[in-house]
């Protein structure tokens, strides 16, 4: 399968990166390249095989359903690159 | 080297200690001093030297006291996608800007927890995505070996080639690292160093910024398979933050260095041996198992049908969970921020200056695999071959193997720049060797073996069943011993950078 410009352009914006038009056509060659590469694995029949889903066969831990830590805004927020009090700004989302 | 003390394994180290030879504060200067003096090496990002001294003459402390730890007054670099409290973390990324955490990896807490001194932040590739450093954001590290009589600038490998660099060029006795598709084997073999790669969830992953969640591992590098089996012990072990860490008591790894291997079975896998492999690498490969079975085991050529199928299903794999797990650097939280008329256009704005074109690249790979219409025939198709990668080394352990050697790398060091196409793919063949390892969830020790034509320096790889890294520490030391390259300092690179 290859990708064509407009689906490299739909695919950045799933993936919330800004592109530069001039940027397109290379992007494209270079998602090609990767996806002509794991082309390789149409050659294999797996329609009878289960998919891997943990690499090591245990049995998931569960925990008391408690808090255990936070209340701590000003740790939670220190790194922010905007706030105002307690909180995280961002650009207007509702108008 | 001035200092001799910058020369001493981690475990003549704690000896040195222990007897009062030394303090841990001139160990930790030692180590300070030839950091300032390779920085051109560019291994370390950030420099701890004020909290190294603390930490340093707190283990003075408990050394007088009778207190200390396993690794009491051991100086250590962090790769830089551990979570240090306080100390600034970037993955190698500029999208973390000045992010300084407010919490501690558990792997290094565990350090700590034993006595460990912190050096410093040691780059990598950003987000752990590349095979050389390059891709770090800080520039690429560079590695201490150069080819005889050349002055040419070659990669340490990568991802973890800041903790390649630093532990081969004497800046610190052992290191941590993280290896998702081969980013602690491959540094070490370009670098002449030990490395490996536990069994997935022998360690903690919590505080490791995370790249793809089911491959990454943590682990550690130090010059000898002994140190770096002392180091193990220190990190591994079972964290109820993370749940894909294994509840099992955690063995005295050092005491498997030096255990015999006299009647083990060692797999050969005809597969390795791939197209255009350097006469060189097989060479040594086929010495390391003259040297095993002169050591008492048995060489027995097996076969690992899939092999050939890793790397592309691990091109599917990586980057789908990666671009999940990227999705949180948005400018809201932490990290940079670049404005946007709303906030969309900040996401995307953000993002566009914040990750290089690599992380880039594999985002936009996983974010289509993953997308409507592709999620089978993509994810959960690699997925299936992972199962069928695990199901060969099943057989093989099955049928009687005791660990698989192979080589670790199609090479030695390449230059700086040389990989540069546009082609990305010829970086990834860098992990051919490494990457089944991960996608089978099993470990995986790089052992210095030996050396190129130019005097670069060439590792084996053994690989092992799950959880017995004692086996892989004592097969790797046969190894060891048998190439016999740690003795005569053949492992240590000539010093031009100070």
């Given at each position: 399968m290859a990708v064509d410009e407009a689906t490299v352009r739909r695919v950045a914006r799933l993936a919330r990166i800004a592109v530069n038009p001039d940027e397109i056509p290379h992007l494209k060659e270079e998602l090609n390249a990767i996806l002509s590469f794991v082309?390789?694995?149409?050659?294999?029949?797996?329609?009878?095989v289960e998919p891997l889903t943990s690499v090591m066969p245990m049995k998931m831990k569960a925990r008391q359903d408690?808090?255990?830590?936070?209340?701590?805004a000003e740790r939670v927020l220190m790194n922010a690159p905007m706030r105002e009090g307690d909180f995280y700004i961002v650009p207007k989302v509702v108008e | 080297m001035t200092n001799s003390l910058n020369d001493l394994t981690l475990a003549d180290a704690l000896r040195g200690l222990a007897k009062k030879e030394f303090s841990a504060v001139e160990l930790t200067e030692a180590h300070l001093g030839a950091m300032e003096k390779a920085?051109?090496?560019?291994?370390?990002?950030?420099?701890?030297p004020e909290k190294a001294l603390e930490m340093a003459k707190t283990s003075d402390s408990r050394i007088a006291k009778g207190e200390?730890?396993?690794?009491?007054?051991i100086p250590l670099g962090v790769k830089d996608m551990f979570a240090t409290e306080g100390v600034r973390t970037t993955?190698?990324?500029?999208?973390?800007?000045?992010f300084r955490p407010p919490y501690e990896s558990t792997v290094t807490s565990q350090l700590w927890r034993d006595g460990a001194v912190l050096l410093g932040k040691l780059n990598n590739d950003e987000f752990a995505m590349?095979?050389?450093?390059?891709?770090?954001a800080f520039g690429p590290a560079i590695n201490p070996w150069r080819a005889r009589g050349s002055s040419e600038n070659l990669v340490p490998g990568g991802s973890s080639g800041g903790s390649s660099a630093a532990v081969a060029a004497r800046l610190c006795l052992g290191a941590t690292g993280t290896d998702t598709g081969g980013s602690i084997r491959q540094p070490a073999a370009f670098t002449g160093t030990v490395g490996i790669k536990p069994?997935?969830?022998?360690?903690?992953?919590?505080?490791i910024v995370a790249f793809a969640s089911s491959l990454d591992q943590a682990g550690p590098f130090a010059r000898t398979v002994k140190d770096t089996a002392i180091l193990l012990r220190s990190m591994a072990g079972h964290d109820p933050?993370?749940?894909?860490?294994?509840d099992m008591p955690v063995p005295?790894?050092?005491?498997?260095?030096?255990?015999?291997?006299?009647?083990l079975r060692i797999g050969v896998p005809?597969?390795?041996?791939?197209?255009?492999?350097?006469p060189e690498i097989e060479k040594l490969w086929m010495q390391g198992a003259e040297w095993l079975k002169a050591a008492g085991a048995e060489v027995v050529e097996i076969s690992?049908?899939?092999?050939?199928?890793a790397l592309p299903a691990y091109y599917i794999v990586a980057p789908a969970e990666a671009s999940s797990n990227l999705?949180?650097?948005?400018?809201?939280?932490?990290g940079m921020r670049v404005p946007g008329r709303d906030v969309i256009e900040m996401y995307e704005n953000t993002r566009a200056a914040g990750f290089g074109p690599e992380v880039r690249r594999r985002i936009m790979i996983g974010t289509y695999v993953l997308s409507a219409g592709y999620y089978d025939a993509y994810y959960v198709k690699a997925q299936k071959v992972r199962t069928l990668i695990k199901r060969d080394f099943d057989e093989a352990f099955a049928a009687g193997i005791d660990a698989v050697l192979t080589?670790?790398?199609?090479?030695p060091a390449f230059a700086i720049?040389?990989?540069?196409?546009?082609?990305p793919v010829e970086m990834y063949l860098n992990d051919v060797f490494t990457v089944t390892v991960n996608m089978a969830g099993l470990p995986g020790i790089a052992v210095p073996a030996g050396h190129s034509a130019e005097g670069l320096p060439l590792g084996l790889q053994l690989i092992g069943r799950p959880f017995d890294e004692e086996t892989l520490f004592s097969v790797a030391h046969a190894v060891e011993d048998a190439a016999g390259l740690i003795a005569g300092a053949a492992l240590k690179p000539e010093v031009w950078w100070s």
């Open positions: 082309e390789e694995l149409s050659a294999l029949d797996v329609s009878d408690g808090v255990t830590d936070g209340g701590d | 920085r051109v090496l560019n291994a370390y990002l950030v420099e701890t200390a730890g396993p690794l009491e007054g993955a190698g990324s500029k999208i973390l800007d000045d590349g095979s050389s450093n390059e891709t770090s069994t997935y969830g022998r360690c903690s992953r919590w505080g933050k993370d749940t894909t860490s294994v005295d790894y050092a005491a498997a260095v030096g255990r015999s291997v006299k009647g005809k597969e390795y041996r791939v197209e255009g492999m350097p690992l049908p899939h092999t050939k199928y999705a949180r650097y948005d400018g809201v939280r932490y080589p670790t790398t199609p090479s720049g040389s990989k540069a196409s546009a082609d």
